[in-house]
């Protein structure tokens, strides 16, 4: 299997990119990498180190997209980017799979715009595996969607299941939608009408709404929700994680008892933090794209790369199974009917997107026929009160008159 790696994407790249890639090349003989960015100094780092050269191709490309680009202009201006070349290689079939710390924005645009959707797919999604009690959850969407529609929550889910499924191993992945209620009823029109949906679907095992505390709980293998919301819980999360192992170094420091309970726990601490680390999971998947796109914020150290590979190696039949629940994706979603629209239910989807289109048009009309009643009462208005003021002045004598 061959992985296209964007070498300049990431905090500390090129250096952290190429050294963790070339150690994750020690631990595993089943893939090998396509380096992407400025030749000359990727040749220079990799003189540094020992390594299958028959395993490494380097493919140039001058130019990087910074976080301050526009991301759908740069790339279709910066052809000879690190992120468009790799992607490139993606949609051509010289690389099974593209990872990059990047710029989000542009491995998204690119991703949509050189790769391409899986068909029948309206939106992809960004899905990170989770450590919660139990186990392993995928979150999605996380940022690649913030405004979605009921019919995207439900190809998310089908998304999330296959490959949950497919890559996980995990048999009827229990499917939860992110509200602020457990009851059917709860939630704003979003989630109202994604749960009658999700509810109707019969190709995903839905189990009903999740509170926000339920999250870590590990019993849903799939949370679904909107871009927006996704994102902000995933940064929660983070920061809450961050935030606890600080307090708890500084309760540790405390007293000396505390430093000593805390020498004798040392491991129980090291596992831990080891677990809640979601670098250790390595980037998320943008499912729904035709082909294995991996994304992470940032690469701020060399086990960051390593936990790419190691990662997603772990899951079934080390790296290779990726593509399989890519492709599971694929089945799924033709199986459900969300491309061929003899299956009842998108039936049901087609109708709700005319009837939100119809009530689009309905809202449209109706504020300009309110725009245009404000509009002539304000004229009226400003007629009776000059033409008041025009018989007050006649009556007084005066010779000003109102053209009314």
């Known amino acids: ?99 990059s710390a990047g710029s989000t924005g542009a491995v998204l645009a690119g991703a949509t715009l050189i790769v391409h959707r899986i068909p029948g797919v309206k939106r992809p999604a960004l899905a990170p595996v989770l450590p919660t009690l139990k186990g392993p959850m995928m979150l999605i969407d996380c940022g690649a969607n913030v405004d979605c529609t009921p019919e995207y929550l439900l190809q998310f889910a089908y998304m999330g299941s296959a490959y949950m499924s497919g890559v996980l191993g995990i048999e009827r992945p229990r499917v939860g939608l992110i509200n602020n209620g457990t009851e059917e009823g709860k939630g704003n029109a979003l989630t109202k009408e994604a749960y009658s949906l999700l509810k109707a679907a019969k190709g995903i095992n839905f189990v009903g ?47 000396k008892r505390a430093s000593v309970g805390a020498m004798l726990s040392k491991n129980a601490f090291k596992a831990l933090k080891t677990r809640m680390d979601y670098t250790e999971y390595g980037g998320a998947p943008l499912l729904g794209i035709n082909g294995g796109i991996i994304i992470n914020r940032t690469i701020i150290r060399t086990e960051h790369v390593i936990a790419y590979f190691t990662a997603f190696s772990g899951f079934t039949n080390f790296i290779g199974t990726i593509l399989v629940g890519i492709t599971k994706v694929k089945t799924e979603i033709a199986t459900v009917g969300v491309i061929n629209n003899r299956v009842d239910l998108c039936l049901t989807i087609d109708k709700n997107e005319k009837l939100s289109r119809t009530a689009f048009l309905q809202t449209r009309y109706f504020g300009k026929f309110c725009n245009f009643i404000v509009v002539g009462f304000q004229i009226i208005t400003i007629r009776i009160i000059a033409n008041y003021f025009a018989g007050t002045v006649c009556k007084c004598g005066g010779g000003i008159k109102f053209p009314i």
Do not use: W
């Open 1 to 99: 299997m061959k992985f296209a790696i964007d070498a300049f994407g990431g905090d500390n790249a090129p250096e952290a990119v190429i050294r963790g890639s070339i150690d994750a090349m020690q631990l595993n003989d089943d893939f090998s990498i396509i380096f992407t960015g400025d030749e000359s100094a990727i040749y220079a780092l990799l003189n540094n180190y020992e390594y299958d050269k028959s395993r490494v191709e380097v493919v140039h490309a001058p130019d990087i997209i910074t976080c301050e680009d526009q991301p759908t202009l740069a790339v279709r201006r910066k052809k000879e980017s690190s992120i468009v070349k790799a992607l490139h290689l993606v949609a051509d079939g010289k690389a099974d799979c593209f990872i």
């Open 209 to 255: 709404n999740c509170e926000a505390r339920e999250l870590m709980s590990g019993d849903y293998d799939v949370i679904v929700c909107d871009g927006f919301v996704g994102n902000a819980v995933l940064k929660t999360l983070e920061g809450a994680v961050a935030s606890i192992m600080t307090m708890l170094k500084t309760e540790i420091k405390s007293s």
